[in-house]
Each structure stands twice: as C-alpha cells, then as structure tokens.
C-alpha cells in the first residue's frame, strides 16, 4: 500500500539526513491527509484508495513542472532545481509510464476495441485508454496521438 511506503521512505529520508527527500514526502504526506479529510464526508474513513492515491501523485508532479516553467523564465534556476529533486521522489512512488512505442501500440488496440473510425469516437478511446492505463499514461500526450490515430483512419 502507497501509504505504508510513504512512511517507510520518511523515516529512511530522516534516517539518512536527506533533507530534500524529508520535505517532499512530508508534502506528500501533507497532501495526502487534506485528500483524506476532503471524503470523510462520503463514507471513506480509511481514506482514498490507491488509485487516487496515484492520481494525486499526477497533480503534484504537474504542479511542479508548471512551477519549474515559471521558475526558468524568472530566471531562478535553485528553484527549478529544487521543484525537479521533488518530482524525482514523488515518480519513485508512482507506477513506470509507458514508453512512447507502448502508448502508440496501446492506442491501436483501444482503436480497434471500440470500433473507433473517425474523431468523434475519441470520448470513446480515450475512455477505454482510462480505463486500462489509468496512472501509467499521460493522457494530455494521448490525446494527440489518439486525434492523429483517429484522423488519419
């Protein structure tokens, strides 16, 4: 369980006096608990599932990339740096992604799994794509490839 394994690598980070990889799993951990609060309400006492879990994990890593735009441009390349050592510790806990040639190769079986022909079958694969590849693609990047897949066919 993801949650267990914050924990273990905050005590390693501690341990170990890696102060970069302390304050990020405490972000995590910090983020986690507000996510738990926020369902309490809806039944979900033990707090999000796994798969939540990950997509919370998404959020932040595309929260730092957008910070490490606006850090390049205001030309503070410390806090890039640092936004980067962060996104490395939150990917370590987040499942591989999928290679370019896999995610091609994944987006021609959805294609043909739903019977897709023209773009506005693109709900419909991009639904089965969520589906089957939930937190190891990154749907922004498929969307293209699915519009190109789905133009040119």
Known sequence: MLREKFTDALKT????KDMGAVSALRLILAKLKERDIEV???G???GIPDPEIVQMLQGMVKQRRESIELYEKGKRP???QKERDEIAVIESFMPKQLSDAEMAAAIKDAVAATGATSIKDMGKVMGALKARHAGTMDFAKAGGLVKAELGAG
């Open 13 to 16: 980070a501690m341990k170990g």
């Open 40 to 42: 309490r309400p809806k």
């Open 44 to 46: 979900l006492v033990e």
């Open 78 to 80: 410390e806090l890039a």
